[in-house]
């Protein structure tokens, strides 16, 4: 039997309780012996949950209870989850966490810790949902050369651009219907200003090179930008907008960055809708492989909670997750290379001929919209303060990829 | 350092002796102290290869070679395969193989004497080429109620689909173009009747119920009857017409199936287009996931054996793969519950109301066209018999999922 302590009985908190309940079956034909919830930690009493008598208060009683095995740290927030995590796994307890911005923050010294106590970290849940994506990630794809890992990492903001993108409505109407049906919170920042992906890149990325880039150092841009003009441009030149999360490794350079991109239609992320997440792997050999499922949801982020207890339950293997360690020096995005959409008034096209050189046109009313040539941020930076120079006004820009 | 040998020198073989040489560096930091490549098993010589000097053509030297650590099985097809690889797990030694067609057809016994000699068979690349669709399915989401998994297990009959739905070509035109460009066989025949595909689905029923299902008692239905005024009829309707297999449990029942299906617009599978292939798993609480990438190839493949091949070396636990044995008894497929869509000639609106009650009428050249409401195999099929009796034409039946 395994006692399992869950901190946070929150929506997730309560999806990992009755995935243990509900499945039993499922759950005791891969956990063998079977797993008791022993204690639930929350500020609130829940009088009229099933669960009720298992509800504490103090974390002490928790991490002071050697039958207590693992730890399922589902409170979001940096604070005090650090400290408890660090408590757990000095007391000998795996851990498990869906918490995003603490493994973003601290997951290279959690695994160091863990490793050093002889038990287990892990936090599938953290990126994608329900997704098994690093997992797979782990097990199946780091034979190959990795050179990007992409994906739609948040579905408040994917719902709101398919939204703006299927019925022409603008950011704030799609803003508003996102927290109307409880798709996006009241403060919605998290998620439109990137910070949320920029955690989840930064997981990501770790998994992949081993580095762990602070999300202050992540060239992150939200989607509060996006206009109904640039949607109708895109559709105008057959291409979705999506805000990606993109990990960039070639030789010795690597760009981490959140922004929305211009997806061609024959992109498998482009596909990709609503709420939901996907992440796309791209190697040598293996091409490109994508996952895909609900990015976030009590159901689907306890099933990536419960899939991580009983992979610690069947071995308690640390080799499996690579060695992780902080990493400031990454490259400078200044000299990350793309084609770039922008949109801008008070400009003429001779004017962009001479800073940009040849360009493709896109109609736009009232605006002078086009596609640059592929070159560096800095060059296209220093283009646009030309034109701005002589009187240009920019509206928009999105990088192609 | 562990020895493996390779048998059959194909276009998988050569791919995994690139992936070990070219990758070394990923190889051997995962795989600690790296791997050798001691023979390659094959009838023919490969004087130009680099790999010339490991050519054996006797399976002796391999299996009585004590070195030898791992027999990678990559020659296709039920025999030799199978008297090799119960020779080699015999002598001790792990099996990979990306042989769909033995794993279908003998993957119980061969995990059965995996266990007994305490070694590994692993078989990641039988389904789905380099997409890691096994290995998730096993780590990650056995903790959920599975009702569904259903994937485009078959790269040529989706290319072949792909091409009459967006060009408007014939079945026979598409199946040449696939031919010319090496995605077909020149006998097609275990593509387009979807035998290729009963194997790869029989496989994943496996990994989650633990019933083999003899491919023989799986309802197959290949490409060959898709006809081009059938993707006219989808299209009006909003649908794609894809060929998938599929394995529904529901309680007691088990359905097996593999044939076209008529898939609306927002489902993940119906944006899989060309030779890409992609598996989706149904569950509570995870609710859809989809695995998706290059369903076939040298280095796509390769890299799901060798991805096998990494994780036996971090550790030989057999209890990862599920325990799996042969099942005849799955539920008649009379049973199986559709609504479809079926194009008849030579039968009125009033009959066609008189046998089915009422229908959704699709415009249609010549024809009668019409879907269904939701009744069984065994009700469609005996009414159609009844407007066959009256003189109907049967012209093509696809259900709706």
């Given amino acids: 039997m395994t006692?399992?302590?869950?901190?946070?009985?929150?929506?997730?908190g309560g999806g990992v309780a009755d995935l243990l309940?509900?499945?039993?079956?499922?759950?005791?034909?891969?956990?063998?012996?079977g797993i008791n919830i022993k204690y639930i930690l929350d500020l609130r009493d829940f009088p009229s949950?099933?669960?009720?008598?298992?509800?504490?208060?103090?974390?002490?009683?928790?991490?002071?209870?050697?039958?207590?095995?693992?730890?399922?740290?589902?409170?979001?927030?940096?604070?005090?989850?650090?400290?408890y995590t660090v408590a757990a796994l000095s007391a000998g307890?795996?851990?498990?966490?869906?918490?995003?911005?603490?493994?973003?923050?601290?997951?290279?010294?959690?695994?160091?810790?863990?490793?050093?106590?002889?038990?287990?970290?892990?936090?599938e849940a953290a990126v994608g949902g329900g997704i098994p994506v690093l997992s797979p990630i782990i097990h199946c794809v780091r034979q190959n050369r990795i050179t990007e890992v992409r994906g739609i990492l948040n579905g408040t903001t994917n719902y709101i651009l398919t939204k703006m993108f299927t019925f022409g409505e603008s950011f704030e109407a799609a803003l508003k219907d996102a927290q109307d049906k409880g798709f996006a919170e009241r403060n919605p920042d998290a998620d439109i200003l990137g910070t949320d992906a920029s955690r989840k890149i930064a997981i990501l990325t770790a998994l992949v090179t081993g580095k762990l880039v602070p999300t202050d150092k992540i060239h992150t841009e939200g989607i509060t930008g996006v206009r109904h003009e640039d949607v109708v441009a895109s559709e105008k030149i057959g291409r979705k907008i999506k805000l990606l999360g993109r990990c960039i490794t070639d030789g010795e350079s690597l760009y981490v960055t959140v922004a929305p991109f211009?997806?061609?239609?024959?992109?498998?992320?482009?596909?990709?809708?609503?709420?939901?997440?996907?992440?796309?792997?791209?190697?040598e050999p293996v091409k490109n492989v994508m996952f895909y499922g609900p990015g976030a949801g009590a159901g689907p982020t306890a099933s990536a909670v419960v899939g991580d207890l009983m992979e610690i339950m069947r071995s308690s293997d640390n080799s499996v997750v690579p060695t992780i360690k902080k990493c400031d020096?990454?490259?400078?995005?200044?000299?990350?290379?793309?084609?770039?959409?922008?949109?801008?008034?008070?400009v003429c096209p001779a004017c962009v001929k001479a800073a940009?050189?040849?360009?493709?046109?896109?109609?736009?009313?009232?605006?002078?919209?086009?596609?640059?040539?592929?070159?560096?941020?800095?060059?296209?930076?220093?283009?646009?303060?030309?034109?701005?120079?002589k009187g240009g006004v920019i509206k928009s820009r999105i990088r192609l990829i």
Same sequence: chains 1, 2.
Wanted: aromatic fraction near 10%; include cysteine; glycine fraction near 10%.
């Fill in 3 to 12: 006692n399992v302590a869950i901190l946070g009985f929150g929506v997730v």
């Fill in 21 to 33: 309940t509900k499945n039993e079956a499922e759950v005791t034909k891969l956990g063998k012996d």
């Fill in 49 to 83: 949950s099933p669960f009720c008598n298992k509800v504490v208060h103090d974390f002490g009683v928790i991490v002071n209870d050697p039958a207590v095995d693992t730890v399922i740290e589902v409170m979001g927030g940096s604070h005090p989850a650090y400290e």
């Fill in 93 to 123: 307890k795996n851990v498990i966490t869906s918490n995003k911005e603490v493994v973003a923050n601290f997951g290279d010294e959690f695994l160091a810790l863990a490793e050093k106590n002889g038990v287990c970290y892990r936090f």
């Fill in 262 to 283: 211009l997806l061609s239609s024959d992109m498998p992320l482009s596909t990709v809708s609503g709420v939901y997440n996907a992440v796309e792997v791209i190697g």
């Fill in 329 to 346: 020096g990454i490259s400078d995005f200044s000299e990350f290379k793309s084609s770039s959409y922008i949109a801008m008034t008070g």
């Fill in 356 to 389: 940009f050189g040849e360009v493709q046109y896109i109609d736009a009313e009232g605006e002078c919209a086009f596609i640059t040539p592929v070159m560096t941020e800095g060059e296209q930076l220093e283009k646009i303060e030309a034109l701005k120079a």
